[in-house]
């Protein structure tokens, strides 16, 4: 089992920054994909950056294209996802989710699909408002 710890999050008004860490434990996570989902209020979670820790080929959800950049650091086991411009509409919990089932997963796939057995850790809020 893999354990994700998520940070960074906070309250920031429309056009300002975040960056968000996850750190996992248990399990090195260099054959899998990670990937950020968030949860707004009322709606289901959604994909929002996912990566492929081997080979670095990422995925971004429409919304946040040219805003959002994930990136990794496999000697920490983690993933980051540095927010610009944000937006109220991106007000959220954040959460790390990889798929254990499947090595080398697409990370457009985990973003698009997820995982069949979400281990869904803390999160960490993020609140865009002025």
């Known amino acids: 089992q893999v354990h994700f710890v998520e940070s960074g999050g906070g309250l920031v008004q429309p056009g300002g920054s975040l960056r968000l860490s996850c750190a996992a434990s248990?399990?090195?996570?260099?054959?899998?994909?990670i990937g950020w989902f968030r949860q707004a209020p009322g709606k289901e979670p959604e994909g929002v950056s996912c990566i492929s820790m081997s080979d670095g080929v990422t995925y971004y959800r429409d919304s946040v294209l040219g805003r959002f950049a994930i990136s990794r650091e496999l000697a920490k086991n983690a993933v980051y996802l540095q927010m610009n411009s944000l937006k109220p509409e991106d007000t959220a919990v954040y959460y790390c989710l990889t798929d254990l089932t499947q090595r080398d997963r697409d990370p457009g796939d985990l973003c698009i699909f997820g995982a069949e057995t979400p281990d869904w850790g803390q999160g960490t809020q993020v609140s865009v408002s002025s």
């Open positions: 248990g399990l090195f996570l260099d054959d899998y994909a």
